[in-house]
């Protein structure tokens, strides 16, 4: 029988890009163009966020560490729906009292995707227009 080699995956530097980053009180392990649910946040659907509490940052080529924050390391995400996660059920049980209590607890969640991670020169800002208002005077 013929050895079957299976062919190497050719891979893209963009899949080994990684951050750790600190938000809503927790560490995430983000990865671009995939979707994370967070604990609720004030922001409306369609929004786009940047962290910039980055912990750790792999960009496929180096691997940098914060101490405790990568400088200029910026990780955008995009506001996708505000959802609430499943029921969880609190029981408790009093043995031989005939005491009971049942309560069911939905955590509120922000889905979001990560829309880009960068660093330092890497950040594609967007072009924010500003307008300024100038005063012209009548004699």
Known sequence: MADKKSSPKKENPQDKTYAIV???GKQFWLQPNRYYDFDRC????DDVLTLEN???LNDGKD?????PYVKDAKVEIKVLEH???PKIIVYKMRPKKKTRRKNGHRQELTRVLVQSISIGSNTK???AVKTTASKVESD
């Open 22 to 24: 600190e938000a809503s």
């Open 54 to 56: 980055v912990l750790l």
């Open 83 to 85: 959802r609430r996660g």
């Open 63 to 67: 691997l940098k560490l914060g101490k």
């Open 42 to 45: 004030q922001a409306e659907v």
């Open 125 to 127: 800002k967007s072009k």
